[in-house]
């Protein structure tokens, strides 16, 4: 599966931006999904992750409240609502596929395998 992740920019804290994570490729069934972050000099951590029917989701302690993940399966796109961002919100975000319709809640980043090429996410104070 390819992925393709649009959306990000520039934007004042409090506000808000929506980003798009489009797949291609091999995506029946519908896989688990999840968009990641990476600040610089920091480790990359799971945001958001959906299970393939988007019944299912799963946030960091940090975005809950603030972000929401969903899906569109008909047009092989994931999203990730963001409202309320924070200058602690600014990162690289990537979107991943993990080939099974579900995420490991035990180990929610667990065999995410394929990555987009990431967006980028700059909150100013």
């Known amino acids: 599966v390819q992925l393709q992740a649009s959306g990000g920019g520039l934007v004042q804290a409090g506000g808000s931006l929506r980003l798009s994570c489009a797949a291609s490729g091999r995506t029946f069934p519908p896989y688990a999904m999840g968009w990641f972050r990476q600040a610089p000099g920091k480790e990359r951590e799971v945001v958001a992750l959906?299970?393939?029917?988007?019944?299912?989701?799963y946030y960091a302690d940090s975005v809950t409240g603030r972000f929401a993940i969903s899906r569109d399966n008909n047009k092989n796109t994931v999203y990730l609502q963001m409202n309320d961002l924070k200058p602690e919100d600014t990162a690289v975000y990537y979107c991943?596929?993990?080939?099974?319709?579900?995420?490991?809640?035990?180990?929610?980043?667990?065999?995410?395998?394929?990555w987009g090429q990431g967006t980028q996410v700059t909150v100013s104070s």
């Open positions: 959906i299970s393939g029917s988007g019944g299912n989701t």
């Open positions: 991943a596929a993990r080939p099974s319709r579900y995420y490991d809640t035990n180990n929610p980043q667990a065999d995410f395998g394929s």
